[in-house]
């Protein structure tokens, strides 16, 4: 969608998730990331094509394009 170039795209979350505009995103913790680190704030949400779950579009707490190095997860396990 034009204009939401420099926004993010959370998907897959259950469709009984409450998400207000203005809501902070933070990580809840795994082996990799710390808890809390935050991630942006909603702007938008709505349901997916298929109505079974919802997604949320947010503002990036960081500039994206002045980001240097990333780490992507691809899987892990925990315990």
Known sequence: QSGQE???RMEY???SAILKNG???VTSGSTVYPRNLVL?????ASYTETGVAKYAILTPAADIRALEQVFV????QVG
């Open 23 to 25: 809501d902070q995103v």
């Open 73 to 76: 997860v691809t899987g892990f």
């Open 13 to 15: 979350l259950p469709s």
């Open 40 to 44: 942006g704030k909603v702007v938008d």
């Open 6 to 8: 420099q926004m993010l």
